[in-house]
């Protein structure tokens, strides 16, 4: 059974940079081919995919929060964690670390990664940006 935790401070201050931490148990974050993604809910609002680490360590993000999000992971400690700059109130949400497997799929002349649905969340970590 693959468990998720998140942690991390609870309250940030404005213009600080998040730092949260997702730590994966059953299940190593290198295996081919899962991706480990970081999403948010806000207050009143739906969930908002945040970013990515796949099983080789590459990175993607959504590109509205592209200039202050990064992740990064710790192989050793079967770790990822996401960092977030320049945090504002709006940022206060519940921030939540999935895992997102992917079918591995040929075509044409290349291949892509097939999406089958996040299948484990962690509980969530409650974010509030507040002087």
């Known amino acids: 059974q693959v468990q998720l935790q998140e942690s991390g401070p609870g309250l940030v201050k404005p213009s600080q940079t998040l730092s949260l931490t997702c730590t994966v148990s059953?299940?190593?974050?290198?295996?081919?081919?899962?991706?480990w993604s970081w999403i948010r809910q806000p207050p009143g609002k739906g969930l908002e995919w945040i970013g990515s680490?796949?099983?080789?360590?590459?990175?993607d993000y959504n590109p509205s929060l592209k200039s202050r999000a990064s992740i990064s992971r710790d192989t050793s400690k079967n770790q990822f964690t996401l960092q977030l700059s320049s945090m504002t109130p709006e940022d206060t949400a519940r921030y939540y670390c999935?895992?997102?497997?992917?079918?591995?799929?040929?075509?044409?002349?290349?291949?892509?990664?097939?999406?089958?649905?996040?299948?484990?969340w962690g509980q969530g970590t409650q974010v509030t940006v507040s002087s």
């Open positions: 059953g299940g190593s974050i290198t295996t081919n081919y899962y991706y």
């Open positions: 680490i796949d099983y080789s360590g590459s990175t």
């Open positions: 999935a895992r997102d497997p992917r079918d591995f799929r040929p075509y044409s002349s290349s291949y892509y990664y097939a999406p089958r649905g996040y299948d484990y």
